[in-house]
């Protein structure tokens, strides 16, 4: 083969990779558009619009001025304080009741708009039934959120608004961590989004996005790989649930990261409820039922038996609180299957029952704080 016929043969397998490339790249970008839900993923799997950014020491924040689709259609809007909800003046007028509510997706609202959301239909009740107090509700959950992301939370934004009134409704995503074993404070293993920190952080120092997020961003196809990608993922974490093993020492860690953040909350002059999400495992779901969800570990009865034990360690400070003389409560609410999305994401109606709690609990905590001259 003389060189003419190489450069000949080089040119035409080039061209055939052109090729594949370009139609590959026109499928998945067809895909995208009619695709189905699938296509919608697809297409929001844009590796540059992270919803995220870091904060404090391993901790993440939703990112300010943002707008972000569910599967389901629902939009969460982020303000320019970077959460859900109205802006808040800082530092705080007076005559001002704030309240902070901090948690995982349970809390944030998931696949609900942003009028359903539980601080939504907190502020409406308020209103209603308090009409010549002001009230302002700031959510600063966010999806993931663990106990460690909440004090994080607490710890850079939280304390800083003056709250009257925080709000801890925890105890779903800190089943997760009991398949790790030796627990450490920060530990990254915990991180719903390490990956997406990582890159962050690697952007910061790197001054932009790498080569191969940019491609993710323009290239549709490789989307589409990332996606192939995540969809394996979920069913090798659905075989992972069912077989690891549940770590005791994750409810000290939980109970190590939520007194911590009760610590800053009493430090702040602010009373504190401690909640526990609603659940439906045990009304919904078989007991060995299993599911993909990364907070679900074994079965549906062994997550429960967990978040049960969670939920004892929120009750057991609420009480040494008390004890103290400090302004502290626990509230757990239970609430009917049709309230339920899933195992534990709500409805609108089921956060409003949730919010009507919430409200219901408030009054004792608003009385001491309207003895305060400041407020």
Known sequence: MNVQEVIHRSLLVTAGLLIGVVAAEAMARTYAHFGGEMGRQLARQDPLNVIIEPHGEWGYRQRPNLVHEYPNGARATSNAMGFRGPVVAVPKPPRVFRVILLGGSTTFGFQVEDDETIDAHMRHLLSERYPTTRFEV????????????????????????????????????????????DLKIPDPRTVVWAGNLEQLHDQAQRGGPSLRLRLGHYSYAIRLLTLIRGNLSRRAELALNSTVVAHPEAVDYFETNVRRAAELVEQAGAGLILSTPPSSLRTKYAPDAVSDQSYWIVNAATTQEYRDRLAARLQRLASEATARGWPATYLHLDLAPEFFQDDCHLTSDGNREVAKGFVNALHPFMERALQKPAL
């Open 138 to 181: 700031v959510n600063l959950a966010l999806d993931g959120y663990d106990s460690y992301q909440i004090y994080q939370r607490l710890k850079s934004d939280g304390v800083a608004l003056s709250p009257d009134l925080v709000i801890l409704n925890t105890g779903i995503n800190d089943v997760r961590n009991a398949r790790y074993p």
